[in-house]
């Protein structure tokens, strides 16, 4: 075992134990280093042109539809026709790639478990190696956990398809360096679960099966249609083999969903609806227009206009270009208290009513034991349907950048400040320790609806709201809330339960990051650099 390995070009600065010389061979570094290699430096210059344009939207400029673009989004075309594996997938449930969790997420009643590496994973090194291990011996059908009471799981003999979001292009993976810079954390996701687990899915006649996060661009995706490409020959894959679902969960990138099929049209299966991220991004993007400040997170809904009209545009474009489109997650997991539980489940399945209704063909859980009420809704509306593309929307009045971009009103207030608060210091307490997913408050939170708290305050701090009681909300009110927060927690908590977490460092966090004077685009950024 050595402190710093260095492989070709790359570096890795962690140990080798057993598991790391398992999955880091030299074959599969060799893969890693020619993606790197070839693709790194195309993502850094994908990133300043973010950073351009979230200038521009910071002048005063409104994200809008591309006119150089206008011949794609008004010719007919279509993707390649999907696989049949892959037209039926009305339940989807996510969750990172934790050894039990995984076992009950792929044996739950769903169609697909998507493992997460993003949104729900802190990016602890173990982590990331315990979890590319566990799907490949799930791809193998050989995944088990015991209990330390001896009960056993493991897989069913018919298991849910399994698909892997890798991180976002923003995100990187600092225990590899190329050319002393970390690599790009998406590339590490990639390239470890198509090398280990290629020739086992193409046996099952399965395929390496993606989620993208965090899109911004129709470039980002012809980045990674790249990538797709030079895997599928170095593999000796037909064209087209690896499939990809992109998330549309950020507000710029609606209003490219038709370039972002066409530039994927070889390996789009899916759009799908990442509702909470678009609300933070709509945050972000218009972080600096004082006309469009959401209220509370608790009253944007999905009923909400400009996120009604998202929802029934990615339907309509996905199913006028063959693909399908995804509903998004419900964050409410069951409770043991009969009246809540009675609750979560009727508000569970009014969501996926609306998204069923609306012509989604699948929608996402976060928890097995909302699986059969999601499956349920779509049973009903699907008949002896596999989905609903044949549900074109095209009497829908046109939709416009206005509509897109149109506030929703509703009220600030102390008690959805101090909601605030809470979550985003439970969540980056549990993240800076190594946990991504966390239960809180009867909702599964995870890295989109921590941003969501913590940009939703920075945005009434910088715009000088006036909270629904009179109050001015300032950095000092946000600081004080701060404070009676965590005092709150810590009395909640217990001191020894306190002192051993990192509460302290969580508070000093959210402080830093809410109080900036320019947004921090990602709270996982500076989380990171706390993160072992």
């Not at 009676?484 to 000093?508: H, K, N, S, V």
Request: charged share 25%.
């Amino acid at each position: 075992m050595t402190d710093t390995i260095i492989h070709s070009t790359l570096t890795f600065t962690q140990p080798f134990s057993d598991a790391e010389q398992q999955l880091l061979t030299p074959a599969a570094i060799d893969f890693l280093q020619a993606l790197v290699v070839r693709f790194a430096p195309e993502r850094d210059r994908l990133l300043k042109a973010r950073q351009q344009r979230q200038r521009d939207y910071d002048r005063g400029a409104l994200p809008d539809f591309n006119a150089e673009t206008t011949s794609i989004r008004e010719n007919e075309w279509q993707v390649r026709p999907l696989p049949e594996l892959l037209c039926d997938r009305r339940v989807e449930i996510t969750g990172p790639p934790d050894r039990k969790m995984t076992i009950n997420a792929l044996n739950a009643n769903v169609k697909v478990f998507m493992a997460d590496f993003e949104d729900s994973l802190a990016p602890c090194w173990s982590k990331l190696i315990e979890g590319q291990q566990v799907l490949r011996e799930a791809v193998a059908g050989t995944l088990r956990f015991t209990r330390d009471d001896g009960r056993i799981y493991q897989l069913r003999s018919d298991p849910a398809l399994l698909m892997c979001r890798v991180r976002g292009l923003h995100l990187a993976e600092k225990h590899v360096e190329w050319r002393d810079k970390a690599i790009p954390a998406g590339l590490f996701d990639f390239a470890l679960f198509v090398f280990h687990n290629v020739r086992a899915l193409q046996e099952k006649g399965h395929a390496p099966w993606f989620y993208l996060p965090k899109t911004e661009h129709a470039s980002e995706v012809a980045w990674w249609r790249e990538i797709f490409r030079f895997s599928e020959d170095r593999f000796d894959l037909p064209r087209g083999t690896i499939k990809a679902t992109v998330l549309i969960e950020t507000l710029p990138a609606v209003f490219q969903m038709d370039e972002i099929l066409w530039e994927l049209r070889d390996h789009a299966v899916a759009l799908n609806c990442g509702r909470w991220d678009y609300i933070f991004s709509y945050i972000k993007t218009l972080g600096q227009h004082g006309d469009r400040i959401l209220p509370d997170r608790q009253q944007i809904t999905m009923d909400q206009p400009f996120l009604d009209t998202y929802s029934r545009l990615l339907i309509k474009t996905c199913h006028r270009r063959g693909v399908l489109a995804m509903g998004g997650m419900s964050a409410l997991i069951p409770a043991q208290e009969e009246t809540r539980n009675a609750w979560v489940k009727e508000k569970v399945e009014e969501d996926k009513a609306r998204e069923a209704g609306n012509g989604h063909d699948g929608t996402w859980v976060a928890h097995p034991g909302l699986a059969d009420i999601a499956m349920k809704v779509f049973d009903r509306q699907l008949g002896d349907r596999a989905n609903q593309l044949h549900v074109t929307r095209n009497t829908d009045s046109p939709v416009t950048a206005e509509r897109l971009l149109r506030p929703c009103r509703g009220l600030r207030t102390e008690a959805g400040m101090r909601a605030n608060i809470r979550v985003a210091l439970q969540y980056l307490e549990a993240w800076i320790s190594g946990n991504g997913c966390v239960p809180i408050e009867g909702l599964m939170e995870d890295a989109a609806t921590a941003e969501i708290a913590r940009a939703s305050i920075w945005q009434w701090i910088r715009h000088k709201q006036i909270l629904s009681d009179g109050q001015l909300v300032t950095a000092a009110l946000f600081e004080q809330f701060l404070d009676e927060e965590l005092a709150a927690l810590r009395q909640r908590y217990g001191d020894i339960r306190f002192q051993q977490g990192r509460f302290e460092d969580a508070a000093a966090l959210m402080a830093q990051i809410t109080t900036d004077k320019e947004l921090v685009p990602f709270l996982t950024l500076p989380g990171y650099r706390l993160l072992a």
